[in-house]
Each structure stands twice: as C-alpha cells, then as structure tokens.
C-alpha cells in the first residue's frame, strides 16, 4: 500500500487513482476501543507536483464500539471523504519550509499509516448506539434501552431529567 513518487511525477500533476481492500487484521486502531467488523474500501486519487503530494478519497467501513452510554456494543458505519496535502522537502534542509504542512520523506509515501490515521481521527470520542439511549440504571446498572427499573433516581443529569418529565406526561 504504496505511492511510489516516480509514477506520479511522469503525470505532472495528473491524478492516479488507487484502491484497496483492507482486512480488519491488517488495522489496529490503538486504544480507541473501535476494532474493524469488515473490511475497510479505500480508494484513493493522488497527484504530485512542486514537491506536492495532493491525496483525496473515501473510506467506508463498519466499526464495532462499546456505546459511551449503555457499554452495549454496537456497530458503527463509517463512510467518510478526506483530502490532504503533504510536502516532499527533500534533501535540502535550509528551505523555507511551512511547518503548518505535513511532510513526508523518500520517494515513496506509506497508504497503510495514512488510512489508520484518518480512521483514528474519524472516530467520535463518545460512541452512542443511538443519539436517544437512555444508558444504564445509576442505581441498578439496568440497561435503560432493554427494560425499566423503578430506581429513585435523585441528582440526575438534566439530559435524563428531561427525559423522566417526558415519560411522566
Ligand atoms: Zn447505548
Ligand atoms: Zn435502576
């Protein structure tokens, strides 16, 4: 999963379109809890010109991740479009260079790191399997989703409060 810069530079500019089918072995997302549940299509439209490695495509996927809420696993589809631009500086180290911009070095530019970290960015920081679950009992540690406790509740967070005032109507 390699853009090798010298089948781009013949193109001067023009885009090369690249596609892969990644197996869920083949990511680890680190410690983020979301672990691959298919594989991940990625394809992948690249050009370079004035030491300019453009790169756009989409990822689509499905994850599976514990809800934030109820720890209920649940599976997450990712389907997402991305665009980047990464400087070749070369072997000249006294250029002006723009420390905003992302480098890489070498005439070869890896695709395997690049989609793990989109994926690793991609990914909420709090998972809910649905944006109206209710979570777990405070008192019991029932799933909330599945059945109803008759806990009293007091000090409750505001989002479950109003939630209890709608059910009480
Ligand atoms: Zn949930
Ligand atoms: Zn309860």
Redesign the pocket.
Known sequence: MKIYLDDLKKLQGDFLNYSYRVNPKDINLENTGFYLKCPAIFNVEASYQGRELFLKGTIKTQLRTA?S??V?E?VFPLDIEFHDKFQNPGKSDDEDLDFDENFFQGESFNLRALLKEILIISLPLKP???SN?L?LCPVCGLNL?LEECKCEVSGVDPRLEDLKNFFEK
Request: aromatic share 10%.
């Open positions: 809800c809420r109820c209920s649940f809910l399997c649905s679950c979570g989703n």
